[in-house]
């Protein structure tokens, strides 16, 4: 069984989780520069199983595509492209900056730490993931 991956995308910065091989841990993995992104996935495919790619999905309060949905939607094109065997599935990152910030404040991050916006960007991409863990594994309860 391979990971799951899912990606916070930005126009800076990506923020990067991934769940342990098992896929039952949701854990922030790194943040990078966007435009090194495929290179680093690159690197970290190399190395590692990824059976799904969760992609951020930024949308409105009213449920419309914010303004950032293009820039997700291309990077999810070229990813499509570069590696058609990883299926993409969206997952909704509303509130997701904001819980994270209120998590790193619970978690005692220390507030340099905190203003740091690529640790804001990993955390974001962990709750995504683990969001995305959590609808799944409820779909499949119902199954049951």
Known sequence: MGRIMAIDYGQKRVGIAVTDSLQLIANGLSTVLTHEVFNF????????????????????????????????????????????????????????????????????MKKKDRQKKENLDKISATIILQSFMERRDLANQRKI
């Open 41 to 108: 996935l690159d690197n970290y495919f190399s190395k590692e199983k990824v059976d799904t790619l969760v992609l951020g999905y930024p949308r409105q309060m009213n449920n419309q595509d914010s303004e950032s949905f293009l820039y997700v939607k291309q990077f999810e094109t070229a990813f499509k492209r570069k590696y058609p065997d990883i299926p993409v599935v969206f997952e909704d990152e509303r509130f997701t900056s904001a819980i994270a910030a209120q998590t790193m404040v619970a978690g005692g």
